[in-house]
């Protein structure tokens, strides 16, 4: 049997286990690969992994390669190895994490340990639970390029290797060990056959079905999870005291509600999805009532019940349509009985799901009006149990973790955020104001001077009267961002306040794109002026701060904000606290990686300083993407990085396109990443750490910010040439291509035009595809050593900040892995591309130079001989990949010199499909796209 690349993991220092599952998913790939298409595939694949070959002359030396239906085969066949090898990794890390149970490092139960030690005693502790909240939000962010078939198959090949090592059972372990490789072999070949490209783009409806595939696989079922390890962890080191457990971990969404620069997300879309949360929470509920049921089958024969639980037993007798039969077959096990009643009016509440989605209406006369009402019946057969000699079942096994998830996901699944771009509210208010006769005809409300604009919204605030006629028609654009708020108070009305709860404004700046949103909550009917003075408000209203000059005012612009009269009263009405959404990728493209750190780092101890002044509770929502240039990397660090004081327990972040996929895919890797979080924020919440670090490394970091982001911005915003070398010496234009999701790559109007309009994502993940990660340490370099030179105190003031400051060690040691994923010999293929020549040499000499004065000046601060020296498994990783990639980049880079050759029906066919297939596998390999 021949393998597909005959790989070596352990010549790159890869575990034993780990190179055992990747030579064995090596050799199966060829044994498929060679039975579906014979041996050619593997001695091209061969040839490209062993021989230097120039793109330029790739399809000279193999011919073979001008067939565009072989050349897509090639590039699949090396990005289903990528995928097999991120799938072995994943099953890697379980391993290694069940290995460390009883001593693993960032657990929950570690915390605890470490907060006991601390001498916090079970009161302070109690306290501190009990003001955590952890609130991770998915998005749908186009960096996912898999479908959900190809998902579903790659984890069950995880599965599989996982038996493979588990030994017998039932069997002997060659049975076992046999029937393991068989069935990878057979999903293999599922694999080869199924085209993992989607033949259209993404719509938002397969978006939300995407993100619901992982709250059914994973997240419902790990939450209660990770609330039992704290029980657990709390038990140990605090025997014989009761602890309160409220549910600290709950989930958001923007799929089906960011409608940012995505005209596909209406109105009607945001309501369906709504409705596709509650149908999918009901039907995991289901399930689990009729498996609760079947265990608790204790008769009054032998122990009693609750008088509460007889009396709703009763009740629910007279009112709920049981069959004779099942009364009478269980009367003597009253909890049969009363979850036979709960099986019931989950049915008919699902029911009224489905029927709303199908838009009709119907007669519900027994469904559960609200998931309080659910949790009132299983917590009664909860207290029932307990006082009657089942305790161990009350508070262990399936009716605790049912209780669990209807706390945190009650019927509504994942509270849905709205997001809109701040211009397009001022559009509408263009449209608005005319028609309502506030403004003069020819009068644009977007030229008005910020001060006259917060004059006019404070006036209409404080108006009764509706802004618009009923029956206003206005344009479109106008509707569309009207319809949204009125959707809203119907989805808080009819399903759930919690459905709802949310509307975040990208581009937050000025005190006016605030007010303007609590205008259209008022036309609604989501703002409301009471009699006495006060107001109801049943939105929160959240500014979105990603330029860095956005994130350098928004402390000023939230002092001005919180005393503006009408502000004030919609926050008293929503408890006095106001969230703040920081957004990692616009400022790391405005500024550059080191710029945007120090910005947010900043920014974080500015407006904890304005809550701690004005005495307003303010939670930070963090917009992590998933590189280290989109503040990606390690949550758990990111955490435990924040300023002194600016942590109060309360926090939001957002989990994006493949870092969704890679986390969530099995339960076990959503629990260890989980459990990290949990861990820190329960160290960070409890104070500690170096409080004067922002203030005594202030002006250094303000000097390294400056220094890095002019350099950033010579590069890329400043000189002439930059875009024209960008768009050559990266597949840019092809990613927009590629249909992993509905939201287009440019903004409105701005298709590759300029950097300005290009969004976040693809800026990053054209710098992925070309092997040069320039988002995650370009500028950096310069402004170490400008500052290390200028006096011969300064390297060990850096030295002194990497030891003892984990901010700033944080960013340095991610600048590390961003270095490592680059290759230098890869990017030079891509720029070798460059029309004039002048221009792409000089170019990558700029990129290579920082990227080698970066390097260098990590190592002296860090005291390491390479980088990456205590973490050697990643860079073991990544050095074992390297050579694998080379061949995807040479097609890559093959296919855009022959692009503009093509006739137009041949770039719209099988040579497109090579071209997106090459750019899925390189995401693959880098386990990253944007």
């Known amino acids: 049997m021949r393998s597909f690349l005959n790989l070596e993991p352990e010549a790159f220092g890869l575990s034993a286990e780990l190179s055992r599952d990747l030579r064995t998913l090596d050799r199966l790939l060829g044994k498929v690969l060679t039975e579906q298409e014979g041996d050619q595939m593997i001695d091209l694949a061969r040839k490209l992994y062993s021989e230097k070959i120039d793109p330029a002359t790739l399809f000279t030396q193999i011919p073979e390669l001008k067939d565009p239906n072989r050349l897509r085969g090639l590039a699949r066949a090396f990005t289903l190895l990528f995928q097999l090898a991120n799938t072995a990794e994943q099953k890697e890390i379980v391993r ?49 390029a898999k479908r959900k078939v190809v998902l579903d198959k790659l984890q069950s090949i995880a599965l599989l290797l996982a038996e493979d090592d588990s030994g017998p059972l039932l069997t002997s372990p060659l049975d076992v060990a046999n029937r393991a490789t068989e069935e990878i072999e057979r999903t293999l070949t599922e694999l080869w056959q199924t085209d993992e490209m989607r033949a259209t783009r993404l719509s938002v409806g397969e978006e939300v079905r995407n993100a619901l595939y992982f709250f059914e696989r994973t997240i419902m079922e790990v939450v209660p999870w990770l609330h039992g390890d704290l029980a657990r962890a709390l038990a140990e080191e605090f025997p014989g005291h009761e602890f309160r457990i409220p549910t600290f971990l709950t989930y958001r969404s923007w799929v089906g509600g960011d409608r940012d620069g995505n005209p596909n997300v209406t109105p009607e879309l945001t309501w369906q999805t709504l409705l596709d949360h509650r149908i999918q929470a009901l039907e995991t509920y289901l399930p689990r009532v009729e498996a609760l049921r079947r265990e608790l089958t204790q008769s009054v024969k032998l122990v009693g019940v609750s008088p509460e639980l007889t009396a709703s037993l009763e009740a629910d007798l007279k009112r709920l349509p049981y069959k004779p039969e099942a009364v009478q077959r269980y009367s003597q096990e ?119 604009k917060i004059e006019l919204l404070k006036a209409e605030l404080r108006s009764p009267r509706p802004l618009l006629p009923v029956g206003y028609t206005g344009s479109e654009t106008c ?84 005393s503006n009269e009408s502000y004030r009263l919609h926050l008293e009405a929503r408890g ?87 986390r969530y895919s099995l339960p076990p890797i959503a629990h260890r990443h989980l459990e990290q979080i949990v861990s820190a924020v329960l160290l960070a919440a409890a104070g500690g750490g170096n409080a004067d670090a922002e203030r005594q490394y202030g002006e250094v970091m303000a000097e390294l910010e400056e220094t890095s982001r002019a350099a950033y911005r010579s590069l890329v915003y400043d000189d002439p040439d930059f875009w024209a070398f960008y768009t050559q010496a990266t597949p840019i234009e092809h990613i927009s291509l590629l249909p992993i999701a509905s939201r287009p790559v440019f903004r409105p109007g701005k298709a590759l035009s300029g950097i300005e309009g290009l969004r976040a994502i693809p800026w990053n993940f054209a710098w992925v595809q070309s092997r040069t990660t320039l988002v995650g340490w370009y500028g950096m370099g310069t402004a170490l050593e400008k500052y290390v030179n200028s006096s011969p105190a300064n390297l060990e ?46 170019m990558e000499r700029t990129i290579e130079e920082e990227h080698a004065r970066t390097e260098q000046m990590i190592l002296r601060i860090t005291g390491q001989e390479r980088l990456l020296e205590s973490a050697r498994v990643v ?12 061949p995807l980049s040479v097609v890559q880079v093959a296919l855009m010199d022959a692009w503009e050759s093509l006739s137009e029906e041949e770039q719209a066919g099988a040579w497109r499909e090579a071209m997106l297939q090459s750019i899925a596998g390189i995401a693959a390999a880098m386990q990253s796209t944007g």
């Open 797 to 842: 003031t850096v030295r002194t900040m990497y030891r003892g400051w984990p901010f700033f060690r944080t960013v340095v040691d991610n600048a590390q892995l961003e270095l490592v994923r680059a290759h230098i010999p890869t990017a030079r293929l891509y720029a070798a591309r460059v029309e004039p020549k002048e221009l792409g040499d000089r």
């Open 576 to 662: 006095g606290r106001q969230e703040i959404m920081l957004g990692y990728s616009d400022s790391s493209k405005d500024g550059g990686y080191l710029a945007a750190n120090w910005a947010l780092q900043w920014t974080l101890a500015e407006i904890a300083k304005v809550s701690e002044e004005l005495h307003i509770p303010i939670r930070l929502f963090h917009g992590r993407g998933g590189t280290v240039g989109r503040g990606g990397g390690r949550a758990n660090k990111a955490i435990l990085s924040q300023p002194a004081g600016s942590f109060s327990g309360r926090i939001r972040f957002t989990e994006q396109g493949e870092v969704i996929s890679f």
């Open 875 to 886: 860079r073991s990783t990544v050095e074992f990949r390297n050579p694998a990639v080379m």
């Open 96 to 144: 290694v994490n069940r290995e460390r149970r009883g001593a693993r490092r960032e657990s929950i139960r570690d915390a605890v340990k470490e907060l006991k030690h601390k001498g916090l005693d079970a009161e302070a502790i109690q306290a501190l639970i009990d003001r955590i909240e952890i609130t991770p939000t998915l998005t749908a962010h186009p960096t996912e």
């Open 479 to 562: 509707r569309r961002v009207l319809d949204v708020f009125h959707v809203t108070r119907r989805a808080r009305a009819e399903l759930s306040d919690r459905s709802i709860v949310a509307y975040v404004i990208s581009m937050t700046h000025g005190v006016s794109d605030m007010l303007e949103v609590l205008l259209f909550c008022k036309e609604a009917g989501l703002f409301r002026l009471l009699p006495d003075g006060t107001v109801e408000s049943e939105l929160e209203v959240v500014p979105l701060f990603e330029t860095i000059e956005d994130l350098h005012g928004s402390a000023d612009l939230m002092r001005q904000l919180f």
């Open 334 to 452: 009253p909890y049969v009985l009363k979850l036979l009643g709960v099986e019931e009016r989950l049915r008919e509440t699902l029911a009224q799901a489905r029927a709303l989605a199908g838009g009709r209406r119907g007669q519900f006369e027994n469904l559960f009006a609200s998931p309080d009402e659910l949790l009132a019946d299983l917590n009664l057969i909860q207290t029932s149990l307990r006082a009657n000699r089942a305790a161990e079942i009350a508070d262990e096994g399936r009716l605790p973790h049912l209780i669990r998830q209807v706390e945190a996901f009650g019927f509504h699944l994942a509270t849905l955020d709205l997001r809109q771009h701040s211009d397009e509210h001022a559009k509408a208010l263009d449209e608005i104001l005319v028609a309502a006769g506030v403004l003069p005809a020819g009068t644009n409300y977007r030229d008005l001077p910020e001060a006259e």
